[in-house]
């Protein structure tokens, strides 16, 4: 059971290009979403996803682009790349937003981006 | 403006001694409460959780109160393991909204 399957792991980009982060979760969850954690700043959540086709912004939407268009996928898009991207992005899945006492988000490892 | 707040950066306890980490929040509509522990280059894992109409929530050697009045949480580890060492995130939710998190704190545990 793979859970939650971030690409790649590691990622270098020059100010300017742009790139798609791949996500994709094997638990047959409805809600997706992608945070960034940035050295003492805690997670923030970019954007999520309630379902195939739908998608919405969270608190630090701008400079990316997400789309749903299956239960199993939920790719981030940076586009025009900039330092202050620079962090470690986490994709996570669940039942709902509320999972009820005894679950939790399920996370994946992590993409490593450093933008100069 | 934060709504989850982990004012200690780091703690540093000794195995076997309890470690205790804070929480606190803003937002009086939160009513779902979670601990996530984190080590270096993995994603975080959820540890434990309580929802609003509890007080006190057990699992194993970890146990969740809350405070409702003080919108204080506190996690409790007892006893404190090596094991234990990494970054602890306190978030919350309310409703039918995503997940809100902490800053983290950081535990060393020292044998």
């Known amino acids: 059971n793979a859970g939650v399957t971030q690409t790649p792991k590691f990622r270098i980009l020059k100010i300017g290009q742009s790139m798609t982060l791949q996500c994709t979760q094997d638990?047959?969850?409805?809600?997706m979403y992608w945070y960034r954690q940035d050295p003492g700043m805690g997670l923030k959540l970019i954007y999520y996803?309630?379902?195939?086709?739908?998608?919405d912004k969270g608190e630090v939407p701008n400079g990316y682009n997400v789309s749903r268009s299956t239960t199993e996928d939920f790719p981030l898009r940076l586009e025009l790349a900039a330092p202050s991207q620079t962090s470690v992005y986490f994709c996570?899945?669940?039942?709902?937003?509320?999972?009820?006492?005894?679950?939790?988000?399920?996370f994946g490892s992590g993409t490593r981006l450093t933008v100069v | 403006d934060q709504q989850v707040k982990q004012n200690s950066p780091s703690l540093s306890v000794q195995e076997g001694r309890i470690s205790i980490l804070n929480c606190d929040y803003t937002?009086?509509?939160?009513?779902?409460f979670l601990w996530y522990k984190k080590y270096p280059a993995e994603g975080p894992t959820f540890l434990i959780s309580?929802?609003?109409?509890?007080d006190k929530n057990e699992d194993g050697r970890f146990t969740v109160f809350l405070n409702k009045s003080a919108k204080h949480l506190s996690l409790h580890i007892v006893p404190s393991q090596p094991g234990d060492s990494a970054v602890y995130f306190c978030?919350?939710?309310?409703?039918?909204?995503?997940?809100?998190f902490g800053k983290g704190t950081r535990l060393s545990v020292i044998a």
């Open positions: 996570a899945s669940s039942y709902t937003h509320g999972t009820g006492e005894g679950y939790g988000y399920t």
């Open positions: 638990m047959n969850h409805n809600y």
């Open positions: 996803s309630v379902g195939a086709g739908i998608t």
């Open positions: 937002n009086s509509m939160f009513d779902y």
């Open positions: 309580i929802s609003s109409i509890k």
């Open positions: 978030a919350a939710n309310s409703g039918n909204t995503p997940l809100v």
